[in-house]
Structure formats: C-alpha cells, structure tokens
C-alpha cells in the first residue's frame, strides 16, 4: 500500500512538474490559428532553432517562470515550432524568421501584429507580451487599423519594424 501511495504522489508531482512552463499547443499552425480566432485571442509563437542556445536558454530560464507562465497562458494561444523543420520552414519564409530566437505575436487571421527577437529577461519579456496585448488589435488587423487613419506613434514605429523587410508598397 505504502509503495502504491508513494508511486502515485511521484506521478503526480513529475506530471505538475512537468508542466511549469508556459503551455505550448502540439497541433497544426492551422488549427492553431484557428483556435485564436474561435477565443479571440493572439498566437504568440516561439519561433526556435534545436541547435541555438539563446532558444534553450529562454526555455529553461523564462518560460517557465511563475509571472511568465500565467501570463502568457491566460492571454494567448501559444505555439512553438523549430523554423528549420517541418512546418517551421513555411512559417519562418512567410514571416521573414531569419534570427532565433523569435517570438511572433498574430491574430486568429495570421496577421502578424508584434515581432521580437533575441534572449530577455523576464521583464523584457512580459513588457513584449503586454505590448503585443494591446485592445487596438482587437479591432482588426495592422494594416487596417493604418488604414482607417489610426496614428499612435507607438502603433506606427511597429506597423514599421514589422513590415519594413516584407511589405514595402505599405
């Protein structure tokens, strides 16, 4: 009985262990979207290489982290995948993804809203999250929020970080 309890205090102290990170969905970039659209919420995606260190420095470091977890759990759809494989080679061409690692924030529509780079603390990487966060983005895409007149200095030095090296009619 004894070797009973114990066994299943381990599992279940290994299976609550083994997810303080943040939650990252196992599925399709489609159906990933498509969840994000269904909840209203943004993807943020953690777009990596296996063989790049800052990458598995953010996974052992940051992600797991109390306030990073909770954070980026109740407030968006995540995603992970390894931009040199698989349908990472896609998502890396479609988005430009030429450093890692990158963390891309989109709407349920794959319209890319925010985009980062590079390893950062757990501050930095709140500050992105909440940044990305923004109600405005709600409303609608970037590019229609421009559009529509929408002149936030802050909104436009991002609509140009992220669309200077893909979208240069805009």
Same mark, same amino acid.
């Given at each position: 009985?004894?070797?009973?309890?114990?066994?299943?205090?381990?599992?279940?102290?290994?299976?609550?262990?083994?997810?303080?990170?943040?939650?990252?969905?196992?599925?399709?970039?489609?159906?990933?979207?498509? =969840?994000?659209?269904?909840?209203?919420?943004?993807?943020?995606?953690?777009?990596?290489?296996?063989?790049? +260190?800052?990458?598995?420095?953010?996974? =052992?470091?940051?992600?797991?982290?109390?306030?990073?977890?909770?954070?980026?759990?109740?407030?968006?759809?995540?995603?992970?995948?390894?931009?040199?494989?698989?349908?990472?080679?896609?998502?890396?061409?479609?988005?430009?993804?030429?450093?890692?690692?990158?963390?891309?924030?989109?709407?349920?529509?794959?319209?890319?809203?925010?985009?980062?780079? +590079?390893?950062?603390?757990?501050?930095?990487?709140?500050?992105?999250? =909440?940044?990305?966060?923004?109600?405005?983005?709600? =409303?609608?895409?970037?590019?229609?929020?421009?559009?529509? +007149?929408?002149?936030?200095?802050?909104?436009?030095?991002?609509?140009?970080?992220?669309?200077?090296?893909?979208?240069?009619?805009?």
């Amino acid at each position: 009985m004894k070797k009973t309890l114990s066994i299943l205090l381990l599992s279940l102290f290994l299976i609550s262990f083994g997810q303080e990170t943040i939650d990252f969905q196992n599925t399709s970039f489609k159906e990933i979207l498509a =969840k994000a659209k269904k909840e209203k919420k943004l993807v943020f995606m953690d777009a990596y290489a296996s063989w790049c +260190g800052p990458c598995k420095l953010m996974e =052992k470091n940051i992600f797991p982290l109390p306030a990073v977890k909770e954070y980026y759990n109740a407030n968006f759809i995540n995603a992970r995948f390894d931009m040199e494989k698989g349908e990472g080679r896609e998502i890396a061409q479609k988005y430009g993804v030429r450093s890692y690692p990158s963390f891309l924030f989109l709407n349920g529509d794959g319209e890319l809203v925010m985009q980062n780079m +590079g390893y950062m603390g757990e501050q930095d990487f709140l500050t992105i999250a =909440k940044e990305a966060n923004n109600p405005k983005f709600a =409303k609608g895409s970037a590019k229609q929020l421009f559009e529509q +007149g929408e002149s936030d200095p802050d909104f436009l030095l991002n609509m140009m970080r992220n669309n200077a090296q893909s979208d240069y009619e805009l």
